[in-house]
């Protein structure tokens, strides 16, 4: 089971911290992602990260403002966002995958429920 939360409404330029608990299965072998869906717009990949060696990868639309973050040791995923603009407000979700540093969407096994992010001002 995969449950995000910190999701909300901050204008333009602000940041938000999203959170993902993880129960029910290994943690620290899955990779885990990020994934948004905007209203209209399909699904795409944030950021995921590696299970391994914690390696990352992002979106080149949220390089540099958006960190991946994981905790093993508490089976919990984050994703710091800076610096947010109009077009991040999508709803996000956390997922899990065996496939060792994949950000393939289809591979992902495990889903939340999703968290809305509103970015307005």
């Known amino acids: 089971q995969l449950v995000e939360s910190g999701g909300g409404l901050v204008q333009p330029g602000g940041s938000l911290r999203l959170s993902c608990a993880a129960s029910?299965?290994?943690?620290?072998?899955?990779?885990m992602g990020w994934f948004r869906q905007a209203p209209g717009k399909e699904r795409e990949m944030v950021s995921c990260?590696?299970?391994?060696?914690?390696?990352?990868w992002y979106a080149d639309s949220v390089k540099v403002r958006f960190t991946v973050f994981r905790n093993n040791a508490k089976n919990a995923l984050d994703l710091q966002m800076n610096s947010l603009k109009v077009e991040d407000t999508a709803v996000y979700y956390c997922?899990?995958?065996?496939?060792?540093?994949?950000?393939?969407?289809?591979?992902?096994?495990?889903w939340g429920q999703g968290t809305q992010v509103t970015v307005s001002s």
């Open positions: 990260i590696s299970s391994r060696d914690g390696s990352t």
């Open positions: 997922a899990a995958t065996l496939f060792p540093g994949s950000c393939i969407e289809p591979v992902y096994d495990y």
């Open positions: 029910g299965f290994t943690f620290d072998r899955y990779t």
